[in-house]
């Protein structure tokens, strides 16, 4: 008997599935290739040429022009490897989660302080 | 014979790494947090553990979704440690067990649980900042370390009972090897926290009270719940919480609480640190 497969949603959440990963390949290829420094500054001194180089699509390229996390999930990318592209620019899961959640960075950590009561 | 002494779990987030580099171990908003460790690290000093199994995820630097392997087992003579990206300072390197990860993996394989076996493997922030926690990245390396890999990356994830069964049988596997070696397991990861998405921030105290309880001595409890329910409940990232049920399943049945603490925030996460100590 086939197993039943629990796909319920959650509210704004997208478990990295084949989906995804099929839709997300070449902009999450890219985004692990930040591990190494002399990628991170081949994107900065042409982030037109790099992204060309792993073949991004349009709507990938546009997120990625943005900088927009949720652009960016849309278009297939996984959190681990989007955090990489983030630390180009210096940011961390706190100012990402601000972001994506339309708060001031202070405001995503007040509520988190919040939620330890 | 070797023996499994017990086992301690923590939270692996890259800030705890970066606060102890910048040195801000001592900060109000970081030493409630910090000021849980010693305790661990006394026990570890009392026990003298040879070998640390340290169950943790890869964030992207070993492993990318070309190959995916849902268990990775260490089998290195050393493991090295790299820059991830995002500006930690590389650790390292760490000490291997080639023959007890050997011997564990011959024991496991012949129960039919399925490794991805590796005699190269950098390990990340998810294994480092464990170790910098209870062995402050001392040199040399005061144990010797089998790192053990779980894809919590790319669904399909193993289920939590999954990990709980092979924590079990390398527990058997541990306890059938003839050397005179005492190891301890480090589950890794969690509690609750989700970085992607318009949840991001979520945090759920409740759900992680509920499995500090339970996973003592009652880890059957948690057995049932899905994935999808882990997700639900403890957020996206929050399924790394498979990884305690691996360590848990390679204890002993019954347990002795040795310690713990629960802190929220650390970033964006819920911190559990649990010492559980096995019966002799």
């Known amino acids: 008997m086939p197993a039943t497969i629990d796909r319920r949603p959650i509210f704004g959440t997208c478990p990295f599935d084949g989906t995804q990963a099929r839709k997300g390949y070449a902009l999450n290829k890219m985004c692990f290739s930040f591990n190494q420094a002399n990628n991170r500054a081949a994107f900065l001194k042409d982030e037109d040429a790099y992204c060309r180089r792993f073949g991004l699509n349009t709507a990938q390229r546009e997120a990625i022009r943005h900088r927009n996390v949720l652009e960016l999930l849309a278009a297939g990318g996984n959190i681990y490897y989007l955090a990489k592209f983030a630390g180009i620019f210096g940011l961390n899961v706190q100012d990402i989660g601000a972001q994506q959640t339309g708060m001031s960075v202070d405001a995503f950590k007040a509520k988190l302080l919040k939620a330890g009561g | 014979m070797a023996r499994i002494i017990g086992g301690i779990t923590t939270s692996h ?150 990990c709980f069964q092979l924590g079990q049988a ?70 790394e919480f498979i990884q305690w049920l691996l360590m848990r399943g390679a204890l002993s049945p019954q347990v002795r609480l040795v310690h713990q603490n629960y802190h929220i925030p650390i970033s964006n996460t819920g911190s559990g640190l649990m010492v559980l100590e096995s019966a002799a």
């Open chain 2, 13 to 162: 987030i890259p800030a705890i790494g970066a606060a102890i580099s910048a040195k801000r171990c001592d900060d109000p908003y970081w030493k409630p947090f910090f000021d849980a460790y010693p305790i661990a690290r006394q026990w570890l000093d009392t026990m003298r553990p040879d070998v640390a199994i340290l169950v943790y995820n890869d964030h992207g630097l070993n492993f990318f979704l070309n190959q995916m392997p849902t268990f990775a087992f260490g089998a290195a003579e050393e493991y090295h440690n790299a820059d991830e990206g995002w500006g930690l300072a590389p650790r390292g390197p760490y000490p291997g067990d080639p023959a007890l990860s050997w011997h564990v993996i011959e024991q496991v394989m012949a129960e039919n649980f399925d490794l991805t076996t590796c005699q190269e493997m950098l390990v990340d922030h998810g294994f480092t900042v464990p170790m910098s926690l209870l062995w402050q990245d001392k040199t040399p390396c005061p144990v010797r370390v089998i790192p053990v890999a779980v894809n919590t990356v790319q669904h399909p994830l193993a289920s939590p009972r999954r």
């Open chain 2, 170 to 239: 390398i527990g058997r596997a541990v306890a059938s090897y003839p050397e005179n070696v005492r190891v301890v397991v480090l589950g890794t990861g969690g509690l609750s926290h989700q970085l992607d998405g318009e949840r991001a921030g979520f945090i759920n105290r409740s759900f992680d009270r509920y499995c500090m309880d339970k996973i003592v001595n009652e880890p059957e409890a948690l057995l049932d719940l899905s994935i999808h329910d882990l997700i639900e409940q403890a957020g996206s990232q929050g399924v």
